[in-house]
């Protein structure tokens, strides 16, 4: 159990184009699921919060209009990256939790670079 | 400002030896704690939680926590060469947030 997976696995986008990432848990509903991007050889880094049904919480220094989150069901979550640039090229990983306890599992990752 | 420390490492161990993996966090009121397993491209899998003093086993795997001295560790017994990864050290303040606080990760090698 508490499968979550992530569309694509990976891609490749121009300057300047947006795109789009899916986050759905398979076998659970989770009502926050979390985004984080991690840089190569770096830690994980937590971009925001994304709540079913309301708005995103976004870290401090993480641009909300850029970063776009819908939460719109309690099995999906989506992040798009608008006018993405190359400093954008990075590793997306989701994460949810599947009960009402803190444990997090994490999908496996779109890996975003931007030529 | 919650933080989580851990060595970044690499930690190197003999194929078959005990690997020890430390961890201290400075929030006194966390409740959850977590070790992720990350390999090279992967994302973090969980391996451990453990959320009351003392120890908890699972398989190769030992998860302590010390509340008192905020501090948790993790053992791999009979370390394997497919051990060799990243392991991340999570903690949760349980004040009603599912968010967790990662340390760094300390990078571990198994020498066959």
């Given at each position: 159990?508490?499968?979550?997976?992530?569309?694509?696995?990976?891609?490749?986008?121009?300057?300047?184009?947006?795109?789009?990432?899916?986050?759905?848990?398979?076998d659970?509903q989770?009502?926050?699921?979390?985004?984080?991007?991690?840089?190569?050889?770096?830690?994980?880094?937590?971009?925001?919060?994304?709540?079913?049904?309301?708005?995103?919480?976004?870290?401090q220094?993480?641009?909300?209009?850029?970063?776009?989150?819908?939460?719109?069901?309690?099995?999906?979550?989506?992040?798009?990256?608008?006018?993405?640039?190359?400093?954008?090229?990075?590793?997306?990983?989701?994460?949810?939790?599947?009960?009402?306890?803190?444990?997090?599992?994490?999908?496996?990752?779109?890996?975003?670079?931007?030529? | 400002?919650?933080?989580?420390?851990?060595?970044?490492?690499?930690?190197?161990?003999?194929?078959?030896a005990?690997a020890?993996?430390?961890?201290?966090?400075?929030?006194?009121?966390?409740?959850?704690?977590?070790?992720?397993?990350?390999?090279?491209?992967?994302?973090?899998?969980?391996?451990?939680?453990?959320?009351?003093?003392?120890?908890?086993?699972?398989?190769?795997?030992?998860?302590?926590?010390?509340?008192?001295?905020?501090?948790?560790?993790?053992?791999?017994?009979?370390?394997?060469?497919?051990?060799?990864?990243?392991?991340?050290?999570?903690?949760?303040d349980?004040?009603?947030?599912?968010?967790?606080?990662?340390?760094?990760?300390?990078?571990?090698?198994?020498?066959?």
């Amino acid at each position: 159990g508490a499968v979550v997976s992530q569309h694509p696995s990976w891609v490749i986008c121009k300057s300047g184009t947006s795109v789009k990432i899916e986050c759905r848990s398979l076998d659970f509903q989770a009502t926050t699921m979390f985004w984080y991007r991690q840089f190569p050889k770096q830690s994980l880094m937590l971009m925001a919060t994304s709540n079913e049904g309301s708005k995103a919480t976004y870290e401090q220094g993480v641009e909300k209009d850029k970063f776009l989150i819908n939460h719109a069901s309690l099995t999906l979550s989506t992040l798009t990256v608008t006018s993405a640039h190359p400093e954008d090229s990075s590793f997306y990983i989701c994460s949810a939790n599947p009960s009402q306890g803190a444990e997090q599992f994490f999908g496996p990752g779109t890996r975003l670079t931007v030529l | 400002q919650k933080e989580v420390e851990q060595n970044s490492g690499p930690l190197s161990v003999p194929e078959g030896a005990i690997a020890s993996l430390n961890c201290t966090y400075s929030d006194r009121g966390s409740q959850s704690f977590f070790w992720y397993r990350q390999y090279s491209g992967k994302s973090p899998e969980l391996i451990m939680s453990i959320y009351s003093n003392g120890d908890k086993e699972d398989g190769r795997f030992t998860a302590q926590l010390n509340k008192a001295s905020q501090y948790v560790s993790l053992l791999i017994r009979d370390s394997q060469p497919s051990d060799s990864a990243t392991y991340l050290c999570a903690v949760n303040d349980g004040a009603g947030s599912y968010q967790l606080t990662f340390g760094k990760g300390t990078k571990l090698s198994v020498i066959p």
